[in-house]
């Protein structure tokens, strides 16, 4: 079961944001990631948990920051109900997509599982983004290419690196993405602080 520390930034102009620590593995019904988020200064700031069938669609989303929770699933696309801290203010959304996204990389290795692409092979995505501070909708198009899968030598074997290219379809903005298993190497505002067992493979 990996679990360890995300340092999340701004990928512009590399301003820390906050401290990700999850731990996550595969289970009976796919997979599981869990994570509590502090700020710089260590003040509590959010949570992630997120479980995936073993096809790779999110069966269960639940989202905390900012005084406001969200809670979703794939049904009918996906659907997602976001309430603010008292739950006077409750709102539900429905779209045609494939499943969900946001800051945590938590998401990358979802949308990654959800692919499955094979090298040199490319597919388009539609996700719903909640991104903070107030974990608000926004639909988006992205086209997701593995370029390479390599394996790289460990004290406990190989371990197999899967190259991405992600394109934001609405920007044309371009970035690369670094996954092993179920742990984000690197990403755009994403650098792996700490690890605390090796990833899980998936079957």
């Known amino acids: 079961m990996p679990r360890g520390r995300y340092s999340l930034h701004d990928p512009h102009d590399?301003?820390?944001v906050a401290e990700?620590?999850?731990?996550?593995?595969?289970?009976?019904s796919g997979w599981r990631y869990v994570s509590q988020l502090t700020t710089p200064a260590g003040d509590h700031?959010?949570?992630?948990?997120?479980t995936l069938d073993d096809l790779g669609r999110p069966i269960r989303l639940e989202l905390h920051a900012g005084g406001w929770q969200v809670r979703g699933a794939a049904l009918e696309g996906v659907t997602w109900v976001r309430t603010d801290a008292t739950g006077t203010e409750a709102t539900e959304?429905?779209?045609?997509a494939h499943a969900f996204t946001g800051t945590s990389p938590a998401f990358l290795v979802a949308t990654a599982r959800l692919l499955r692409l094979t090298p040199s092979t490319a597919t388009r995505v539609r996700l719903v983004s909640f991104t903070g501070p107030v974990l608000a909708p926004r639909t988006l198009d992205q086209?997701?290419?593995?370029?390479?899968s390599e394996a790289h030598a460990t004290d406990n074997g190989p371990l197999a690196v899967d190259e991405y290219q992600v394109t934001d379809l609405d920007t044309g903005e371009r970035h690369t993405v670094h996954i092993a298993g179920d742990v984000v190497l690197s990403a755009p505002g994403i650098e792996l602080g700490d690890l605390r067992s090796p990833p899980s493979v998936f079957d």
């Open 45 to 50: 700031r959010g949570s992630v948990d997120l």
């Open 14 to 16: 590399h301003t820390p």
């Open 143 to 148: 086209s997701w290419t593995l370029v390479e």
């Open 93 to 96: 959304g429905n779209v045609r």
């Open 20 to 28: 990700e620590h999850f731990q996550c593995a595969p289970g009976p």
